[in-house]
């Protein structure tokens, strides 16, 4: 039982002190040199296709979309 904590504090702090140092960098957090525009796949996207002005378009119409409601206020009728 004592291995089982002992490695599980380890963890949280290796955990821990990586987040930190990604604060503490303040560099933004980038993705990988893989995924699939690396194996040219581009154009499997299920939203776009491969045409990133029907992205941009898409996330248009979700931006404008009222999505959430606050639920402290009285119910729309």
Known sequence: MTTLLLAF???LLIVGGMAIGVI???KPIKG??????ALGM???CMVCGGDESDWKRETEIIGKANLAYDAMSERPR
């Open 42 to 44: 581009k154009e499997s």
């Open 32 to 37: 990988s040199c893989g995924g699939l525009s």
């Open 9 to 11: 504090v380890l963890m």
């Open 24 to 26: 503490l960098s303040n």
